[in-house]
């Protein structure tokens, strides 16, 4: 019997077990509008956060704080997320989900304001992990920057890298697709990153900073 490449991704989507506190994030995601990681993106940030042994990370969209409540399980007790979003109420959503997961408030720094304004404020090699999942026009610059905010060893991890599975479909034109195809290319190409794109969730791309 063939095997399907479609079972196989339900399948994994399906296996992580959210407790209430994911769930009730999720929910207010849905309540304010705001897309949150699929489960399986979830278990993987976890275990990317846990894995990188980060002890400081930045993330680039907070939501309603599914993804931060995800990378925030994996990192280390001493460890501090900082979060931006250009949205007050989602960044508000995303406060009470680290509360009710018990997650002290000086592991958290949560940032108002827009990426492209706040990400060049912040200190050049200081970070362990940046997690990309805001707005697809401003990813190349974010991913720029995310460069230079990355310590040697520190890993890039793009959400949504497949654009919602339209990247590898050469007619879809649309703006945000091309901005990923070109995304994809940009850490492909540069020389200080080793890159994997995985196809969990809508894409996952994964890149890891080496010596120049
Ligand atoms: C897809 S949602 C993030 C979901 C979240 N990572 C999660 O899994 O729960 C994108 C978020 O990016 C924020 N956002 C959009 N454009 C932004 C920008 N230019 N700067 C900062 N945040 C932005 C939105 O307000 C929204 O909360």
């Known amino acids: 019997m063939a095997a399907d490449k479609h079972s196989s991704w339900s399948y994994t989507e399906g296996l992580p077990d959210e407790d209430d506190i994911l769930l009730r994030a999720r929910e207010r995601s849905?309540?304010?509008?705001?897309?949150?990681?699929?489960?399986?993106v979830g278990a993987a940030l976890t275990v990317?956060?846990?894995?990188s042994k980060a002890s400081t990370a930045v993330e680039v969209g907070a939501g309603a704080g599914v993804s931060g409540v995800c990378?925030?399980?994996?990192l280390g007790r001493q460890a501090?997320?900082?979060?931006?979003?250009?949205?007050?109420?989602?960044?508000?959503?995303?406060?009470?989900?680290?509360?009710?997961?018990?997650?002290p408030t000086n592991r958290t720094r949560t940032i108002s304001?827009?990426?492209?304004?706040?990400?060049p404020r912040l200190t050049d090699r200081a970070y362990d992990l940046v997690f990309l999942d805001a707005d697809?026009?401003?990813?190349?610059?974010?991913?720029e920057q995310a460069t230079r905010l990355l310590k040697?060893?520190?890993m890039l991890i793009v959400n949504d890298a497949l654009d919602q599975d339209r990247v590898p479909e050469p007619?879809?034109?649309?703006?945000?697709?091309?901005?990923?195809?070109?995304?994809g290319r940009l850490v492909r190409e540069n020389e200080t990153l080793v890159s994997a794109l995985l196809p969990t969730g809508t894409g996952l791309l994964l890149a890891v900073k080496q010596r120049p």
């Open 71 to 74: 990378l925030l399980r994996g």
């Open 80 to 103: 501090v997320l900082t979060t931006i979003d250009a949205d007050v109420d989602h960044l508000r959503a995303a406060r009470e989900a680290y509360a009710e997961a018990g997650i």
């Open 30 to 40: 849905h309540e304010l509008g705001v897309s949150p990681v699929t489960p399986a």
């Open 48 to 51: 990317l956060a846990a894995a």
């Open 113 to 119: 304001g827009r990426a492209s304004d706040v990400l």
């Open 152 to 154: 040697e060893g520190g």
């Open 171 to 183: 007619a879809v034109r649309e703006a945000s697709t091309t901005t990923l195809r070109q995304v």
């Open 136 to 143: 697809k026009a401003g990813l190349p610059g974010y991913v």
